[in-house]
């Protein structure tokens, strides 16, 4: 059994940082793809970013760009979200998932492994 765990969340003002983290455990992680969602309430689940764990390729969604940063600690089995100058409209559940594969994947159907989530709320 695989199991992922967010942690990192909580309530900051407009213009903070927050740094997620997602631990896998269970297998090694060395050859999937990492990524990042979240869930505003009354919103379909969206992409944020993901990360490949092998190749260390990126991609992020517009709305994150120049905002929020991955990075991976494979010796931890740990990815990290870095998140920056963070919005109102940043306010969500933020989940982690994962999936063996080389390039990373933007899709919820795409993701075979999913973390619990944690909550993200930026207030003005």
């Known amino acids: 059994q695989v199991q992922l765990v967010e942690s990192g969340g909580g309530s900051v003002q407009a213009g903070d940082s927050l740094r997620l983290s997602c631990a896998a455990s269970?297998?090694?992680?060395?050859?999937?793809?990492v990524g990042w969602f979240r869930q505003a309430p009354g919103k379909e689940r969206e992409f944020v970013a993901g990360i490949s764990r092998s190749s260390g390729s990126t991609a992020y969604a517009d709305s994150v760009k120049g905002r929020f940063t991955l990075s991976k600690d494979n010796a931890k089995n740990t990815v990290y979200l870095q998140m920056n100058n963070l919005k109102p409209e940043d306010t969500a559940v933020y989940y982690c998932a994962a999936r063996i594969a080389v390039f990373v994947k933007t899709r919820i159907d795409e993701y075979e492994y999913w973390g619990q989530g944690t909550q993200v709320t930026v207030s003005s």
């Open positions: 269970g297998r090694s992680f060395s050859n999937c793809v």
